[in-house]
């Protein structure tokens, strides 16, 4: 007989939720112990909010011998910025701290924060063609002045990640702050429900493998210098976007695919909208409270 096993607490800064669906009560929980340490270790290894994170020293020193998550994540974070035309940009931790988001998300209004930049182009896969990324020896070296933040990216990999440990049961879940990978079925023998949350319950997303993220204006939001702002930062810009969109939510066949086009969808609102083909579906709300279905319709029901 099948049976859930739930764990619930917080990883990466947000809440999680993990559960395994299982004939074997004991294994199940083993296996949620292993992925509740992985996630721990991943956000050892790329927090920019720990000090004594390897992505801390490396943005502090310019140059270290990475350990194998954080140089993962640097390498997926130049693939990400390549493939989103460089929209999700991982050098907008300056911007971010500018406006006051630095050991923690800003409480009140940040009276002190200062103006900002356009980002400018980067040539990141150059990091690569020089040397400054040496697979080898798992060294990185930044250019100067540049620092990372990872959080996009890193949350999605170590969605992943974790999820590797509950493999090889019935069904498995990752809820990570709202970003799920779901693969089998649930504990009833289903397949998996995942509810997408616009401020209220606007749709779902079903069937077996799902990998669904959000991006959002609405979290992750304070006010800087008396007006309101948030963390998703268009890099041409260097200010909080503006496109319209308040939520997108995306199901893609992988986590960091999900991840990558919602925030492209939030980002840059209906320019990004030719990137939802047959592999993606996406349901947005725009500021006036209008909810649109982008993608196939197949495995998705919208109740707005």
């Keep these: 007989m099948l049976t859930e096993r739930t764990w619930t607490g917080r990883a990466l800064g947000t809440g999680v939720k993990l559960q395994v669906v299982t004939d074997d009560v004991r294994a199940g929980d083993d296996a949620l112990l292993r992925a509740v340490k992985d996630l721990e270790e991943t956000e050892q290894a790329l927090s920019r909010f720990r000090e004594d994170s390897d992505l801390s020293i490396l943005n502090r020193e310019g140059t270290t011998l990475a350990g194998w998550r954080l140089f993962e ?166 200010e909080p976007s503006r496109s319209g969109l308040l939520y997108a939510t995306v199901a893609a066949p992988t986590i960091l695919e999900s991840d990558l086009i919602a925030k492209m969808l939030v980002i840059k609102g209906k320019e990004a909208t030719h990137r939802i083909d047959g592999r993606y579906q996406a349901i947005v709300t725009s500021e006036s409270g209008e909810t649109r279905m982008l993608g196939p319709r197949e495995n998705l029901g919208v109740t707005a």
């Design 73 to 238: 994540a640097v390498e997926a974070s130049i693939r990400a910025y390549e493939w989103s035309g460089g929209i999700v940009d991982p050098r907008v931790i300056q911007a971010l701290e500018n406006l006051g988001y630095r050991k923690s998300l800003p409480r009140g209004d940040v009276r002190d924060a200062v103006s900002i930049e356009p980002l400018g182009p980067a040539d990141m896969r150059n990091w690569v063609d020089t040397g400054e990324l040496d697979a080898g020896e798992r060294r990185i070296s930044l250019p100067e002045s540049v620092r990372l933040d990872l959080a996009g990216v890193g949350k999605a990999l170590g969605i992943g990640w974790a999820a590797r440990h509950l493999a090889g049961h019935a069904g498995l879940l990752v809820d990570v702050g709202g970003d799920v990978m779901a693969i089998g079925c649930d504990g009833r023998g289903e397949p998996w429900r995942i509810a997408v949350y616009h401020g209220g319950i606007v749709g779902e997303f079903t069937g077996s493998p799902l990998a669904v993220a959000t991006s959002t204006t609405m979290r992750r939001a304070w006010k800087a210098a008396g007006r309101n702002v948030h963390h998703l930062i268009d890099p041409r810009t260097g």
